[in-house]
DNA sequence: GAAACCCTCG
DNA sequence: CGAGGGTTTC
């Protein structure tokens, strides 16, 4: 089983990227976030041509999360429980193959002493009680999408530039720490405990060409699957497509 | 000796069409309208390595004018003497062959009922006695742009659509016929007497590939010059380039 | 740097 | 509809 995470920064725009990037890895299931449009503007009969089911939560403008898969998506919901009233669409979350799939686009922060920080802060903390509930329910789990967050000096190109910067502060991991210890593992460090591996680069200054950037985007893998885990492979070379993301896509290989 | 004008609606965006209109039609003039660009933003490098000269009055955003020839452009001069503060720029004039050439980019004017409308009084006024003034000095002389104006009813797709309306107003048309009164003549009339010819198609409606469009550019030709102009042609094809701009290119010839 | 918005203009 | 400008977001 393949399950792929892709931060698109605008579904129109890659449109024809994700569709081409589908037919070539087959995956089960795709986790798409910034999808950037509105709820009833996903090209879902342009996926279903091509034999995909989704599901999805789309905004005007800003943030919007799908899931793409050739298999049934049950059980599906949107945002998280415990912030009911946040018009932020950053959530859904759906059973696939028998593993519940959470794909999440986590708040980015803008800076430390930003109000949208503290808005982060409070979205980590409901997202971490959510994924606490869902384990109590679902044993084999997966937790992808984009983060926000880089874990280790390991995960930046510049660890000294980035130090208790967004992205890369000590509150920041402790909160995705808090997330593993419900139960989670870190599944490309867990395939490659060591190395570089980065899945955003800005892209001003031609950050991927000269090879720097984050490792924001994520898939943590329950207890219960981890053992079944085989490969995690970010996919680089979309970042040279024609009009490219600035997020690569990630998948997660698992024998079952 | 081949004249020509064409309102490009942006330079920048026009810039690769215009070269290739250069080099397939090789003219001795080429009259640019609506630059939309700043003074030294303008691509005189691109130009001179195909060999072509260019002087040209720009500004940001709106309006702007060029003349481009692989002959010498001299006695440059913009704008209207007659309207010195005006900073819309409009109007450059130089001397190329021993032809005065006047390139305008006449006001639009909006509505008849719109302050527009009363600056495109003005302006034509003053135009009208600046070509008069040039008259007296260049008995060869070519005034050509866009202007603006549909002469008569024959230059409209739907006139009783239009009329009284901006560009077909009997007040417009008067204005138009001013210049001709000081001397000059109408060169598409002149080689083609009847006949529908448009050079302007609004963009939206795809009214281009409905065949509805007003004829509003113009190569008018000075009564020294008239019994040698040979053709004119609206060059309707760049119209079906792949960004192409609402106008298309005329031009006349001319045997000398 | 790239995307989407809303604005003005033609 | 298509262009440019200014704004916001990441």
Not at 69 to 97: F, K, W, Y
Not at 109 to 129: I, N, V
């Amino acid at each position: 089983m393949k399950i792929a995470t892709w931060n698109v920064n605008s579904l129109n725009v890659r449109q024809p990227q994700v569709m081409e990037w589908l037919m070539n890895e087959q995956p089960d299931v795709l986790a798409l976030q910034e999808l950037k449009l509105e709820q009833d503007k996903f090209p879902l009969a342009a996926l279903q041509m091509m034999g995909w089911n989704a599901v999805w939560s789309g905004q005007k403008t800003y943030n919007g999360v799908a899931l793409i898969s050739r298999h049934e998506l049950t059980d599906v919901q949107t945002g998280l429980p415990q912030m009911p009233n946040d018009p932020q669409r950053r959530v859904i979350v759906a059973t696939v193959n028998g593993v519940r799939v959470i794909n999440v686009y986590c708040v980015n922060g803008e800076a430390l002493d930003s109000p949208k920080f503290a808005y982060k802060r409070e979205w980590f903390a409901a997202l971490t009680h959510f994924v606490r509930d869902e384990l109590a329910r679902y044993a084999d789990l997966v937790l992808l999408g984009d983060f926000n967050i880089a874990p280790t000096d390991e995960d930046v190109y510049d660890p000294k530039k980035w130090h208790e910067q967004i992205h890369c502060s000590s509150e920041e991991r402790s909160w995705f720490k808090n997330l593993l210890d419900l139960g989670l593992t870190d599944g490309l460090r867990h395939a490659n405990p060591i190395g570089k591996f980065y899945t955003w680069w800005d892209y001003r200054g031609a950050m991927f060409e000269k090879g720097l950037g984050l490792r924001i985007d994520h898939i943590l893998v329950s207890d219960n699957l981890i053992d079944k885990l085989q490969q995690v492979v970010v996919d680089t070379h979309t970042r040279a497509n024609e009009r490219p993301s600035d997020h690569a896509p990630v998948h997660a290989d698992f024998q079952i």
